[in-house]
């Protein structure tokens, strides 16, 4: 049944891609490159310089701290015990033939889940907890066209993007309740001394 699922969304995907005869390939390689080891990991970076900013400092050292407890649960741990091959090694020749269709990007690691999706997740979940609500879900979007992006590049199953927005969303919550202790422990308490 998961590989019907999976199979069914892909091939959507790719008829997508068909449709608008590979236009949009440009923009959503764009897209995946924000968590891409080969740039550095961008999202990685622009949480440093939040953190440089005393206006942000918060939401980017969240940010940092949950990419990093998603790099361990993702990249250390899951995908290791996983073992999944992607969808283009997978043996089966529409996914492969879809993936050269798209570019053909290689990937290193293993499938699931998602690291791109997991990172994504973590830092856009750090981003919604610490800013203003009335906007902060619209940083939700960003994680639903990093999914996109990978189903679209045929390097990941739709299920392993839905593992990784999972994983990516757990490792936001532990890092605010991380970033919570300190501040009230630590923060709090060199206020009242300061006083």
């Known amino acids: 049944m998961i590989h019907f699922i999976d199979y069914t969304i892909l091939k959507l995907i790719h008829e997508f ?3 608008t005869g590979n236009r949009f390939t440009p923009f959503i390689r764009f897209i995946s490159y924000l968590c891409d080891s ?3 990991f961008p999202i990685v970076w ?3 310089i939040l953190i ?3 206006k942000t400092r918060k939401v980017g050292t969240a940010m940092l701290i949950a990419i990093l407890i998603n790099f361990l649960f993702t990249n250390l741990g899951l995908k290791i015990i996983v073992g999944r091959l992607r969808p283009y090694q997978s043996g089966n020749v529409d996914y492969y033939n879809w993936w050269k269709y798209v570019g053909g990007l290689a990937m290193r690691e293993y499938s699931f889940p998602s690291g791109h999706v997991s990172t994504t997740m973590a ?6 907890f610490y800013t203003n609500k009335k906007y902060s879900w619209l940083a939700f979007l960003l994680v639903i066209l990093m999914g996109f992006s990978r189903n679209y590049l045929v390097v990941h199953y739709p299920t392993d993007v839905l593992g990784g927005a999972i994983i990516g969303f757990i490792s936001a919550l532990i890092a605010r309740i991380l970033i919570n202790r300190y501040y009230n422990l630590y923060i709090s308490d060199n206020y009242i001394e300061q006083k």
Do not use: W
């Not at 830092?123 to 919604?128: K, P």
């Open 123 to 128: 830092a856009m979940g750090a981003v919604f």
């Open 52 to 54: 440089c900013i005393k």
């Open 17 to 19: 891609a068909l449709m």
């Open 46 to 48: 622009i949480s440093i």
């Open 38 to 40: 080969h740039a550095l």
